[in-house]
């Protein structure tokens, strides 16, 4: 036994350090295809890294790289009380033939990266024309042709052979299409006709309204350069320099004939994702609220261009949506849209429970044909809220106690002889046990009377958060249906005071005007069927910061429910 544990010990002792330091690991390039002379840099990022990381091990870089240099940069972030390093470590390559390249997987901080693909192209015989320049511009629009809507990577390219001390770079400007900006300029070093130059590129995302033939101007480069050679160059002396790009053009196709009134998404990859779905062996209950969470992402489209994601209707259960979260980021040379929608699902009966499939139809614009992405459908079974069951207050039939009133009748009216004289005063005295027992019952069931059988509501959403809770309000309350508001403001209210039963109540047990009036309000339009007005806007308002109670020795603050902590004035 003692060598078992030894074992295990000793086990553990080893494996604790791999499990300390691994840390999460992402592997990324600044760029998917270079051509050949060009640099291209390799970004290692360890998220969580705790005390020292060391540069990974780069000898698999050596067959088809050569390796110019290497960066570190670490940043610490605090959010929400917590603190989270990065360390990004930064490495220079330079490709050595041409083809698709394989960046190998490279063991960092106890984790491993996933292989990078990079494709290196022979040098532009058009660009070399230009050696001997000391400045020259090159431009490339990818892909050449495509539809409506989608996102065409305009790159720009700007060399340098000498010092710039200033210069400007216009935008493309094209009528009919929208420009943007993508990212940062970067800065490399590459090489033309055996020549070496720095280089900053620019990333542009071309978004065509129309269909047609799109004609890109060439862009313009104006600045001044100074010569370390010449002697005057230290008191300020430059030399004008400028440099245009070679114009580009796209054909834009129209949106397919038979593509329906779904939305137009033509997109290079689209993903449709929903978390929080319980599993086999969580339990659901009606009144607890489900926490779902839908998200759509597609790279070639900002997310201005996805469709508002939301939730069929649900037999048996009550959706309320709660604020999207959107945004827009890089993936090299293209753009990433995001669309992020939570939801409180909040069954409303027992049974079975469906969410129906959920489809997004979009364009693959890499194959050129139609795509669906999908949710697929799934059920869960919801059990009765828990203490939903009113407690009985009769006896019933086959009690002892109904037994017993059942035999001592006979034994009362009996006329008895004297012989039975005995068992008629044991029979009466049963009788007096239960009719005590009875009496004892129904004092205790006064005294200990409590909101759980007259308020199964609440005991149904006592396990629900009051996050929850307060979420499901709230998103009613900027509706129109007054029953849902009535209805989630019980609920959210319940879960801080169990007793409260109606609005009248809640009212009552309040110590803010506004909140008051903002529940006569909603009382005249759910009972008084008052014409809709912009109560909505003020019943938010009113709560969004939570319920104002009134003080426990407040008139109007009387509870059900004794205070949790008693205390006593002492003179």
């Given at each position: ?62 067959q ?160 001044e ?10 008191f300020?002396?430059?030399?004008p ?19 329906g ?58 959706v309320?949506p ?95 002889s ?7 005063w ?35 959403s ?57 529940i ?21 308002e009113?709560f ?28």
């Amino acid at each position: 036994m003692f060598r078992r544990f030894v074992g295990v010990w000793l086990l553990a002792t080893l494996l604790l350090p791999a499990l300390v330091h691994a840390a999460d690991v992402q592997a990324t390039l600044d760029r998917s295809s270079v051509q050949l002379g060009e640099t291209v840099t390799l970004n290692l990022r360890v998220e969580g890294a705790g005390g020292r990381v060391t540069m990974p091990d780069l000898a698999g870089l050596g067959q088809d790289f050569s390796i110019l240099g290497t960066s570190q940069n670490r940043s610490i972030s605090v959010v929400n009380g917590t603190t989270s390093s990065t360390l990004t470590f930064g490495i220079a390559l330079r490709p050595t033939r041409v083809g698709s390249l394989t960046i190998p997987a490279l063991n960092v901080a106890g984790s491993q990266t996933r292989p990078l693909q990079l494709q290196v192209t022979a040098p532009d015989p058009a660009a070399a024309a230009a050696v001997g320049q000391d400045v020259f511009m090159e431009a490339r629009v990818e892909p050449a042709h495509g539809y409506v809507g989608q996102q065409f990577s305009y790159v720009v390219r700007l060399y340098y052979a000498t010092s710039i001390s200033s210069g400007s770079l216009g935008a493309p400007q094209v009528d009919g299409v929208e420009v943007s900006r993508v990212g940062d300029d970067l800065n490399y070093d590459g090489q033309r006709g055996g020549r070496s130059y720095h280089v900053l590129e620019r990333r542009y995302a071309l978004v065509p309204r129309h269909a047609g033939h799109f004609d890109i101007p060439a862009l313009g480069f104006q600045g001044e350069a100074i010569d370390p050679t010449d002697p005057n160059s230290f008191f300020g002396a430059s030399t004008p320099i400028s440099a245009s790009a070679p114009a580009v053009s796209i054909e834009v196709q129209a949106t397919p004939a038979d593509w329906g009134k779904s939305a137009w998404l033509p997109a290079r990859q689209l993903s449709l994702s929903l978390d929080g779905w319980p599993g086999a062996n969580e339990q659901v209950r009606v009144g607890k609220p489900l926490n779902l969470t839908m998200t759509l992402q597609a790279t070639g489209l900002p997310f201005e261009a996805l469709p508002a994601l939301s939730l069929p209707a649900l037999d048996g259960a009550t959706v309320y949506p709660d604020k999207p979260v959107t945004g827009t980021h890089n993936d090299g040379p293209w753009v990433v849209g995001r669309r992020q929608q939570a939801f409180a699902v909040v069954p409303e009966r027992a049974g079975t429970l469906t969410l129906p499939a959920i489809t997004v139809k979009w364009w693959n614009v890499l194959t050129d044909k139609m795509e669906v992405a999908q949710i697929p459908a799934r059920s869960v079974t919801v059990l009765p809220a828990v203490g939903a069951t009113d407690v009985q207050t009769s006896i019933p039939a086959g009690s002892a106690s109904a037994s017993a009133i059942a035999a001592a009748k006979p034994a009362v009216v009996t006329p008895a002889s004297s012989s039975s004289v005995p068992w008629r005063w044991i029979a009466l005295g049963s009788v007096g046990l239960w009719l005590l027992s009875v009496a004892g019952w129904w004092l205790w069931r006064r005294r200990a009377r409590t909101p759980r059988a007259v308020l199964p509501v609440a005991q149904a959403s006592a396990s629900a958060s009051v996050r929850s809770c307060r979420l499901a309000f709230l998103a009613a309350a900027h509706g129109n249906d007054a029953a849902a508001q009535v209805r989630s403001l019980l609920a959210w209210a319940r879960m801080e005071r169990p007793a409260i039963q109606h609005l009248g109540e809640l009212a009552s047990a309040l110590d803010d005007a506004s909140q008051r009036a903002a529940i006569a309000a909603l009382q005249q339009r759910h009972y008084a069927s008052a014409p809709p007005t912009d109560s909505s806007a003020n019943l938010a308002e009113a709560f969004k910061r939570g319920f104002v109670w009134r003080a426990a020795d407040a008139p109007g603050g009387d509870s059900a429910l004794p205070p949790l902590y008693p205390f006593k004035l002492h003179d």
